[in-house]
């Protein structure tokens, strides 16, 4: 498991924009389970971390100086390459403007943002839900989870949350979760799953892999979707191959078809995802707990503290510019 002296922070100057750059500075970080990935050994789907390089991260920013005919001083932007530092650089490819009449300037990172971009995009155009049909949902509380369990819900579905704590499924039951499941005192979650959805899991959103994982293999209703969204209790085996039990029985009994998924390839549903989770936000039809910590040197303590399961909703930091913004 990382620990906080892996990483140190560095004091350097403003860098100052060239033409077709502008210059801005973060008002939020996000904090994200894939960063884990970044600083393992192993390749992922994505380019590693070498020791001494800036960790990669997302941020909502405003731009304060310009030398970029798209981009004015004050305009607020989110993008995925924007680094754990408080200014970057930037040259305006694969940002999004943050438009904060749909939702505030944090929410670009959350329900707005990748997060709840995935959430959409996993359920709907990998599980595809049915009125009536169960979907069971891992780190259920989190950013990912509880949007997913929300569309779920709207899509007339039985939403069935599995997290760490009772604080934790006291939250997805406001959310509108139909039952809950308690992973880490479960002495028996094949069971406790068998329980829950009677009828069998027609849609199983994979949050973490790991036991939860296991379980639901073998809960798994005809015609089940498997969407494999994130492996993050196997984080301190991400060097390894993945070899454990394989499901072959369940998936053959159950025609099951199991997906992996990544976010980036969905681009041209963004759009629509986003649209669709602002409008469930205007009719008060969707909830979200973001879990804030302040200041860019805190970092490393939210990004261990989300690999701890200990963050309560969509972790994020504020800086010290974000001071006074809607939230
Ligand atoms: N494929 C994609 O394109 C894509 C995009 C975004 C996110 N993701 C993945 O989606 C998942 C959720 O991401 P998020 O941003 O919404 O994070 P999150 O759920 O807000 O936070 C991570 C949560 O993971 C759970 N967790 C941590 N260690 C665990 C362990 N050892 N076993 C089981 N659960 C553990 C904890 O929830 P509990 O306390 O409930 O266990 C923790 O709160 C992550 O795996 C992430 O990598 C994938």
């Not at 329980?195 to 994979?206: K, L, M, Q």
């Not at 159950?254 to 669709?276: C, I, M, N, T, W």
């Not at 399961?309 to 994020?316: D, E, V």
Request: proline letters at 5%.
């Amino acid at each position: 498991m990382p620990e906080p002296n892996n990483w140190h922070m560095e004091k350097a100057q403003i860098p100052r924009p060239d033409t077709n750059q502008f210059l801005a500075r973060a008002l939020y970080l996000s904090v994200d389970p894939y960063m884990r990935g970044r600083i393992s050994a192993k390749q992922g789907y994505a380019k590693g971390v070498e020791i001494g390089d800036l960790m990669p991260g997302g941020a909502v920013a405003e731009v304060i100086e310009s030398k970029h005919p798209n981009f004015r001083e004050g305009d607020l932007i989110e993008t995925i390459q924007f680094g754990w530092q408080d200014y970057s650089v930037l040259n305006g490819d694969g940002l999004t403007r943050v438009d904060v009449s749909i939702g505030p300037a944090h929410a670009w990172l959350s329900y707005l943002g990748m997060p709840g971009i995935t959430a959409w995009c996993a359920l709907n155009n990998i599980g595809q839900p049915k009125f009536g049909e169960t979907v069971l949902i891992s780190a259920a509380s989190g950013a990912v989870g509880q949007v997913a369990g929300q569309i779920a819900k709207n899509k007339g579905c039985r939403a069935i949350a599995v997290a760490s704590s009772e604080e934790k499924l006291k939250w997805c039951k406001n959310l509108g979760y139909d039952r809950g499941v308690n992973y880490r005192t479960s002495n028996d979650l094949v069971r406790e799953f068998a329980e829950v959805c009677p009828n069998g899991i027609d849609i199983y959103f994979d949050n973490t892999a790991g036991i939860i994982h296991d379980a639901a293999m073998q809960n798994l209703a005809l015609g089940a979707r498997v969407i494999i969204v994130g492996t993050i209790s196997l984080a301190e085996k991400f060097d390894e191959p993945d070899m454990g039990e394989r499901f072959l029985r369940q998936i053959l009994v159950s025609r099951a078809k199991v997906q992996g998924f990544l976010v980036f390839d969905h681009l041209d549903s963004y759009p629509e995802a986003r649209r669709s989770i602002a409008n469930l936000h205007n009719k008060g039809e969707l909830k979200f707990k973001t879990d804030f910590m302040d200041g860019l040197e805190n970092m490393p303590a939210a990004f261990l503290k989300l690999l701890h399961a200990q963050n309560m909703g969509k972790q994020l930091i504020r800086t010290e510019f974000a001071e006074g913004l809607p939230e």
